[in-house]
């Protein structure tokens, strides 16, 4: 098929994320993809390839077409890709389930296999209130999260999602009633401000009876606003976890994998979250797959309950063919010298992302691990920015108040540097 019958199709046929149909912004047509450029069908403003500056939203930490796991995933492919897993277990998942305990904050030691981000955070809401109920406790089925959060587009998951500037405000008054406290103070090396610690204790004890957990982001909060907070807040609120009997669950599934300069952002803070949820880089951007990890307390709570099982069950939980590439992609992370990548990535965005600072209508540039950030002063102008950064040979997708970019730990340094002329170039375009 021609690439504009291709596109013509799509328009009338295919949803895109948070896309109206039929569609209004003509995607660009991906033919391949190969270490961290982009192929096209057919050039955009003078560019077949494109650097992918977005890593396909936080998950390509190797690149594309990597040799390693292009050999797990077709290796597996001459096994099985897939079987239930109800009754069936199998090496990939068994392997990959010890890989997340080794590699996570000790005390985690048991995996649910999920089949996408926000299906991990609807377990570990389910892993949480089953555990309270399995006590009597039947009142503790509320979360407690930050303003400016996002934890993904299924039902639990959108109830913890910034109920204004978020993005499911459509929903407000049918999705489950959650408590919000304030967003985290901004700034990743900021003194903890005492006033919000001494709210957000406060909070946590005042709604205690209620409270089956608290969910956050830590350190990064992604897609609601790209914001950074100091990793102390994250050791505030273990405390007032621990102090009130309410579980804290952490959602990694942006800055798992080493993205913020440690292997887990709670790493910053030293601090064990009773559930913790990781996606996207997983399977390196391969396949669709995320997982849900809960300490032997909440394990066993559950297991000890009036209905004893953990009530989820998908069909795709824990696919082989995910798994096995996932396996070899932890591999290949741990096996580098991964936050030496992450560090060089961080002085290469720091560095070119420095003469955004001085334009006007830029409110702020932030650069942590491999994830830089432009804010400005307003929203975005998404067409003439994203079509900035093409004409760079960049692919970005700014949004809302920011550009931004969080590329492959393998992208070398002069692509660092043109990926971040795009930001600017796209930063420039939409304040100009
Ligand atoms: N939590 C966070 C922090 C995320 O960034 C995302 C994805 N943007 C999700 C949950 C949802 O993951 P998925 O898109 O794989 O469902």
Avoid at 1 to 9: C, F, I, N, R
Avoid at 114 to 126: F, T
Avoid at 325 to 352: H, K, N, P
Wanted: charged letters at 20%.
């Amino acid at each position: 098929m021609t690439p504009s019958a291709l596109l013509d199709l799509d328009r009338r046929h295919v949803w895109h994320p948070y896309a109206p149909m039929p569609g209004l912004d003509e995607p660009l047509l991906v033919e391949s993809a190969a270490g961290v450029r982009l192929t096209l069908a057919q050039p955009v403003r003078g560019h077949r390839e494109l650097i992918d500056g977005m890593s396909s939203w936080w998950a390509a930490i190797h690149g594309y077409r990597h040799p390693v796991l292009d050999r797990a995933a077709a290796d597996q492919l001459g096994r099985m890709s897939h079987v239930m897993f109800g009754g069936l277990t199998h090496e990939p998942g068994v392997r990959l389930a010890k890989r997340l305990v080794d590699m996570t904050p000790e005390g985690l030691e048991h995996v649910f296999l999920a089949d996408s981000g926000s299906v991990s955070v609807e377990v570990a809401v389910k892993m949480c209130l089953q555990y309270w109920r399995s006590r009597g406790r039947h009142r503790k089925t509320r979360l407690l999260t930050w303003r400016g959060g996002y934890h993904g587009d299924t039902w639990h998951p959108m109830s913890v999602c910034d109920p204004e500037g978020g993005m499911h405000h459509l929903w407000s008054g049918t999705l489950p009633g959650q408590v919000f406290a304030p967003a985290p103070p901004s700034g990743f090396d900021a003194e903890p401000d005492a006033a919000y610690v001494s709210e957000l204790r406060g909070l946590v004890r005042r709604h205690a009876e209620e409270l089956a957990a608290v969910i956050v982001e830590p350190v990064v909060q992604g897609a609601g606003g790209m914001r950074f907070h100091s990793p102390a807040y994250l050791r505030v609120l273990r405390e007032a976890c621990d102090e009130h009997d309410v579980l804290l669950v952490l959602d990694e599934i942006a800055t798992g994998f080493g993205r913020t300069g440690t292997l887990f952002a709670a790493g910053h803070a030293d601090v064990t979250p009773d559930v913790l949820c990781v996606g996207k880089a997983l399977t390196g951007g391969y396949l669709t797959m995320a997982a849900t990890l809960c300490s032997t307390r909440v394990a066993e709570g559950i297991s000890r309950g009036e209905l004893p099982v953990l009530a989820h069950g998908p069909t795709f939980m824990a696919n082989p063919l995910a798994a096995a590439v996932a396996d070899a992609s932890i591999g290949l992370l741990l096996e580098q010298d991964w936050a030496g990548e992450v560090r060089r990535l961080e002085r290469g965005l720091s560095e070119g992302l420095e003469p955004a600072r001085t334009v006007p209508g830029v409110r702020d540039v932030r650069v942590l691990g491999a994830i830089g950030v432009v804010q400005l002063d307003r929203p975005v102008d998404l067409v003439a920015a994203s079509q900035a950064a093409i004409r760079e040979g960049v692919w970005l997708r700014p949004f809302r108040d920011t550009v931004y970019t969080m590329p492959p730990y393998v992208t070398p340094d002069e692509d660092v540097a043109r990926v971040s002329a795009a930001v600017c170039a796209a930063v420039a375009a939409s304040v100009g």
